[in-house]
């Protein structure tokens, strides 16, 4: 069961198998796809082999167009059009699907289903299964690729939720004493001799005790130093997630445990602690990260979660100390924070930001299902306007997007010049190889931890 569990997705025999029942599945596909009639007209023998697999490839286009438009446009499932590579493997897909099909109805129409004819050599249902087979390969190897698109499962048990099923909750000897004195600064704190080599991951649930918002489980990385005695005053990390999906997806996508560990490593045992909380109480929920008519998502992040943190846990109570970040949605949310809540988060590490927060592409419908299309007050709650009213000098912001990722990269610029006339301290970059991903956020976050650390207090 574990090597199932550690079986990798994005790499090693599973990609190999998926390329090669894919390639193996879509030339079957198209080799049983054309028609084959008498005559012996080489024209005409072209013609009819591919006619069939170009009228499929131009109908998938179709269909897979018109569908892409009604889920961002007319539905609003995403407000972002999805990235090119996905939507190229989609139509791999779609492609073979209708390849299938056409197959199946030569095969079982009428008068065509009965015992094969001399020299045939399959019988429909076995050419069937074949068929089917061979549509089950190229999806296989569309899915293998789109989940290496987006990076957010590595391996089987990343898939099947395993390894973030056995977190277990945050136990009392890992909480802060009632009324205890915060813990050491970290310049007077030494390590001791012995330090465990890695940090741990712990769950619990947040309530909403001022908002009234029901999250899902947040999940805690506790630093080596934070298991010392004393504990130091540790910095503090809040993420969020992109949307649709979960807070976990920072453990599985993120490699959040492994990046802190190593960071961790790295400083003697110090790291920040970091909270991963859920700004949305569904995988399919867009709150805004605002108080709205939605939900009261900003009271919620700005206010039960820092209460929540400073009651529950040993860490640096000074808001200098203290930083939001995530991915897409998420990096968007740390944006909204750190220029709504100065007071509450010195920094974020925007990772493929949005320009501002979105429910649908076209901006009416965002403004009309939060704020009943009053867009001053919709307006007066983005970065780039309050960015542009008010200074931030003291503050500072992360930026990161995938090369392979145009639209945000633009995003990115237009935030980071705005940010920098704002006095944020900034640095922007390119995340090399990476589309919109979550390599973005998992590449970037040494980089911003980094960036960070000197704010921090945490030294070599």
């Known amino acids: 069961m574990d090597f199932l569990e550690d079986l990798r997705l994005v790499d090693g025999p599973v990609l190999w198998i998926a390329w090669a029942a894919g390639a193996a599945g879509l030339a079957y596909l198209l080799w049983h796809g054309a028609r084959r009639r008498s005559g012996n007209a080489a024209a005409r023998r072209r013609l009819e ?7 499929a490839l131009l109908a998938a286009a179709a269909l897979l167009a018109g569908v892409h438009w009604l889920m961002i446009y007319a539905f609003s499932v995403f407000p972002e059009e999805l990235p090119r590579e996905v939507l190229a493997w989609s139509l791999l897909s779609v492609t073979a699907l209708l390849l299938w099909t056409m197959r199946l109805w030569r095969l079982w129409r009428p008068g065509n289903a009965g ?22 390969g190229v ?5 293998v690729q789109i989940n290496g698109y987006f990076g957010l499962n590595h391996t089987m048990s990343d898939l099947m939720g395993t390894a973030v099923a056995r977190i277990q909750p945050l136990e009392d000897g890992l ?21 465990p080599d890695g940090g741990v991951m712990r769950r619990a649930m947040i309530p909403g005790t001022s908002s009234g918002f029901e999250s899902r489980e947040a999940y805690i990385y506790l630093p080596p130093a934070y298991q010392a005695t004393p504990r130091p005053a540790l910095p503090v990390l809040v993420l969020f997630s992109g949307q649709p999906g979960a807070p976990a997806d920072w453990l599985t996508g993120g490699a959040l445990r492994s990046r802190m560990d190593r960071y961790a490593a790295e400083h003697h045992g110090v790291a920040p602690v970091v909270v991963v909380v859920d700004p949305n109480g569904s995988a399919s929920g867009n709150t805004l990260c605002m108080d709205s008519r939605i939900a009261r998502a900003d009271t919620f992040l700005a206010t039960d979660v820092p209460a929540w943190i400073k009651r529950t846990l040993d860490v640096d109570p000074d808001p200098s100390r203290w930083a939001a970040g995530g991915f897409s949605f998420g990096g968007t949310c740390a944006m909204q924070m750190v220029t709504r809540h100065p007071d509450v988060y010195s920094s974020a590490l925007a990772f493929s930001s949005e320009k501002e927060p979105a429910l649908a592409k076209e901006r009416e419908k965002t403004i009309s299902a939060s704020f009943g299309g009053d867009t001053e007050a919709f307006d007066r709650q983005t970065p780039l306007r309050l960015m542009k ?9 992360y930026f990161g997007a995938g090369e ?18 704002a006095g944020f301290t900034v640095e922007a970059h390119s995340i090399p190889g990476a589309g919109h991903s979550w390599e973005t956020a998992s590449k970037g976050l040494p980089g911003g931890l980094e960036f960070l650390a000197s704010r921090w207090g945490v030294t070599q």
């Open 389 to 397: 009213d008010n200074r931030f000098d003291g503050h500072a912001i």
């Open 175 to 195: 909480k802060r004493a009632p009324g205890a004195p915060a813990g050491v600064g970290l310049s007077e704190w030494k390590p001791p001799a012995e330090l």
């Open 139 to 143: 999806v296989l190897l569309s899915s």
């Open 115 to 136: 015992p094969p004819r001399q020299g045939s050599p399959r019988r429909p249902a076995r050419a069937t299964a074949a068929a089917t087979a061979a549509l089950l």
């Open 404 to 421: 392979r990722d145009p639209e945000f990269l633009g995003y990115m610029d237009l935030l980071s010049a705005a940010a920098r006339s």
């Open 49 to 55: 082999f591919l006619l069939p697999p170009a009228a």
